[in-house]
Structures are given as structure tokens and as C-alpha cells.
């Protein structure tokens, strides 16, 4: 069985949302959104040539699968943004669905991370604006 394989059985048969994958080597999350990968990225976890799965990969997802060197990528549901940087970075994409944008969870509007990302191309600037947009939404949902 293939990396990119296995990490997609194991996100489509159990609770995981993110899941990367090479040779024995396995690290997974059930956090929502970027933030598995952006925890995986602070710890210092050494991802290059990984095949990942998650369930929704939009652009800033994209983007921090290329900073991690992630050689594959699976995701139920991919956005047009995702496989741009994907291609740009000659990184192997498959999907289940793709769609034109990532919405927010409220469905009113884009992802709160694809809004972060729009306007940005440098990888290492992204991983800034995203962790520096997490911080802000966690400390908004603790009422700070």
C-alpha cells in the first residue's frame, strides 16, 4: 500500500481530519482546519516527502503542505486555489470534490485562512498570517 493510500484510509475510516503518512512513520489530528498542520509545523516535525490527507484543503492548507515539502495530497474536498499552489510546487493532488472556493463554517462567506492567503505568495509570509489569524480567532472564541 502506498503512503498517499494509507494516510486516505486512515482519514476516511476514523475521526481524523488530517493525516500524513511515510513508510511506518504516521502523525495525525481530529483538530479542524489549519491548525494540525500549522502544531505540526511549530513542533518542528520534519514532513518532507509525506503523503497527506484531510478533509478540506484550501489554499493556505495548500500552502503549508508545500512548506512542509509534502511530496502528495488527498482531500475529500479541494478548492481551484489549493491545486494552483499544488502545481506551482509539483506537489501530487487527487480529490473527491472540487469546488471553486473553501467557505467559512457559517456558510455566510470565505474561510477565514482563504481571506488570510488571498493576497499572499510567499509560503513563509503565509505561515505568519495564518498562525497570527489563529491566534486571533482562538483568543476571539475565549472571549479575550
Same mark, same amino acid.
Given at each position: 500500500?502506498?503512503?498517499?493510500?494509507?494516510?486516505?484510509?486512515?482519514?476516511?475510516?476514523?475521526?481524523?481530519?488530517?493525516?500524513?503518512?511515510?513508510?511506518?512513520?504516521?502523525?495525525?489530528?481530529?483538530?479542524?482546519?489549519?491548525?494540525?498542520?500549522?502544531?505540526?509545523?511549530?513542533?518542528?516535525?520534519?514532513?518532507? $516527502?509525506?503523503?497527506?490527507?484531510?478533509?478540506? @484543503?484550501?489554499?493556505?492548507?495548500?500552502?503549508?503542505? %508545500?512548506? !512542509?515539502?509534502? +511530496?502528495?495530497?488527498?482531500?475529500?474536498?479541494?478548492?481551484?486555489?489549493?491545486?494552483?499552489?499544488?502545481?506551482?510546487?509539483?506537489?501530487?493532488?487527487?480529490?473527491?470534490?472540487?469546488?471553486?472556493?473553501?467557505?467559512?463554517?457559517?456558510?455566510? $462567506?470565505?474561510?477565514?485562512?482563504?481571506?488570510? @492567503?488571498?493576497?499572499?505568495?510567499?509560503?513563509?509570509? %503565509?505561515? !505568519?498570517?495564518? +498562525?497570527?489569524?489563529?491566534?486571533?480567532?482562538?483568543?476571539?472564541?475565549?472571549?479575550?
Amino acid at each position: 500500500m502506498t503512503d498517499i493510500d494509507k494516510a486516505k484510509n486512515l482519514l476516511l475510516s476514523n475521526n481524523f481530519t488530517c493525516v500524513l503518512c511515510k513508510d511506518d512513520n504516521v502523525h495525525s489530528s481530529a483538530q479542524r482546519g489549519v491548525s494540525p498542520m500549522v502544531e505540526f509545523i511549530n513542533s518542528g516535525l520534519d514532513l518532507n $516527502g509525506f503523503s497527506a490527507a484531510d478533509k478540506i @484543503v484550501g489554499k493556505a492548507l495548500a500552502m503549508l503542505f %508545500a512548506m !512542509s515539502k509534502v +511530496k502528495e495530497v488527498y482531500a475529500v474536498i479541494m478548492s481551484e486555489r489549493a491545486i494552483e499552489i499544488f502545481e506551482k510546487y509539483n506537489i501530487q493532488y487527487s480529490y473527491k470534490t472540487l469546488v471553486k472556493a473553501i467557505i467559512n463554517r457559517e456558510g455566510t $462567506g470565505p474561510c477565514p485562512m482563504e481571506a488570510t @492567503v488571498k493576497d499572499i505568495d510567499d509560503l513563509s509570509e %503565509a505561515f !505568519s498570517a495564518i +498562525k497570527n489569524k489563529l491566534d486571533f480567532l482562538r483568543s476571539k472564541s475565549q472571549g479575550n
